[in-house]
């Protein structure tokens, strides 16, 4: 891509800012900082229109009953993703920082995920019942430990190529072109056009082509050589890296609100089985369903990534106050619909789910603009591996609400998580506004 069209976009995405000014960044980084810029919006575009099209919640889940898995495997789809993505982080973050070139760790991850998605869609085509279950749940935990690997780095090479007021940016341009492709995804598997498991292994493979590019695209990065201490063995870097919630009262605080507002990762499940369970199921066959949850879910994201993005730059403190309001909003409304009998008309579980998905895009933007806001080059990696940590654990214990559901029911569990949101509004209004600091 030539000079000038890495400026123009550069321009177009961070206008009204103040200026080619670089901030918190080598001063080698900002000769390249609109190259940079690019890079990075479009490597991670590639990663979340994957995560679009192998989505665990919704697409996973409806292909291994398909497939005629067995229900215990369709249960571990989302713990394996999400906990194997975060639980990891602390282990592999001391042997990363050894990486004076962290951009080879994330593509090389990016390489991983591509091929476990490979792998998925090859279970998909030759595999039933149990053998697929065990497939597909192998495959997913390799793509959710590569993915943690990648999390680790990113941040860490963004904090070290893009300046601090628009980091939020290029993380929200890229969620915005994510959602746009995955949007035409859910229209795509709405509209009969295809066969429906034609649509979704196509789009296994393409999540696997899509990441195996993310990780060439983003190999193009020109990332100075940083700091390498603190490399250190496992146990070593748990100690150490434990030992900042000690000394980091605003990194606590973080924690904390990054914990309760899990409660926007963890709510749609009990939203759909409670419509399901209180109203019936929707469409005639589930798959309708979820196309139309896949088009609420990708609209969210198209329409308030962005915004949420430059927002966070000016002040991701807010984003998080925001979005714990909106959570609380949109959880409520919920409840009041399925006490109202309307939770099953066609139009409610898609624009409640469409209301919290915004909170949840503010909430991704938000505490990722935030963490590397707050931390320095040299603490940026282990406070983004410790809080990925700690969080992973909370999504392990948060399959106890699965329990709760059972015994007390849905609309119980969504109360709680509604209560976990509002509490998070208090705690976030005492984080410090990262974004005024020198």
């Not at 609109?34 to 890079?39: E, G, L, V």
């Not at 990075?40 to 889940?61: E, F, N, Q, R």
């Not at 975060?86 to 004076?100: S, Y």
């Not at 690997?149 to 994510?178: E, F, H, N």
């Amino acid at each position: 891509m030539a000079r000038e069209t890495h400026d123009l976009i550069f321009q177009m995405l961070t206008s009204g800012d103040d200026g080619r000014v670089c901030k918190d960044i080598p001063e080698d980084a900002c000769h390249m900082e609109a190259r940079s810029f690019t890079t990075h919006v479009m490597a991670l575009s590639t990663s979340k229109i994957a995560d679009g099209l192998i989505d665990p919640k919704l697409v996973l889940s409806w292909l291994l009953a398909t497939l005629g898995a067995p229900t215990l495997f369709i249960g571990l789809l989302v713990p394996v993703r999400e906990a194997g993505s975060l639980l990891p982080q602390l282990f592999t973050a001391g042997a990363l920082r050894l990486l004076p070139q962290r951009k080879w760790a994330w593509a090389a991850g990016s390489l991983v995920q591509g091929l476990a998605a490979l792998a998925i869609a090859i279970s998909a085509f030759t595999l039933e019942g149990q053998a697929a279950g065990i497939a597909i749940i192998g495959a997913l935990a390799v793509l959710a430990v590569a993915r943690s690997v990648c999390s680790v780095t990113y941040k860490d090479v963004l904090g070290k190529t893009v300046s601090k007021s628009r980091r939020g940016s290029a993380t929200g341009a890229a969620t915005t072109v994510g959602a746009a492709a995955v949007l035409a995804y859910g229209a795509l598997l709405t509209s009969g056009l295809l066969p429906r498991m034609d649509i979704v292994e196509a789009g296994l493979i393409g999540a696997g082509v899509f990441w195996i590019t993310g990780a060439a695209i983003f190999l193009q990065l020109r990332e100075v050589p940083g700091a390498t201490e603190g490399g250190a063995s496992p146990i070593s870097a748990v100690m150490e890296n434990f030992g900042l919630l000690r000394s980091d009262a605003q990194l606590r605080r973080f924690i904390a609100v990054r914990g309760l507002l899990v409660s926007t990762a963890l709510a749609p499940p009990f939203m759909v089985a409670l419509a399901a369970r209180e109203h019936g199921p929707d469409g005639s066959d589930g798959f309708g369903g979820l196309g139309l949850l896949v088009i609420a879910s990708a609209g969210a994201g198209l329409l308030s990534s962005y915004v949420w993005g430059r927002l966070a730059d000016k002040s991701s403190r807010k984003v998080l106050i925001l979005t714990s309001a909106s959570a609380t909003i949109a959880l409520c409304a919920t409840l009041a619909l399925n006490a109202a009998g309307l939770l099953g008309a066609a139009w409610a579980l898609p624009l409640v789910l469409f209301a919290l998905m915004i909170a949840y895009q503010g909430v991704r933007l938000g505490r990722s603009t935030h963490l590397v806001d707050m931390a320095t080059q040299e603490t940026r990696a282990a406070y983004t591996a410790l809080s990925n940590t700690i969080i992973g654990a909370l999504l392990l214990l948060g399959g106890g609400f699965s329990l709760v559901a059972q015994f007390a029911g849905e609309a119980v569990v969504l109360g709680l998580l509604a209560v976990m949101s509002a509490m998070a509004l208090p705690v976030a209004l005492g984080l410090e506004e990262v974004q005024v600091k020198a």
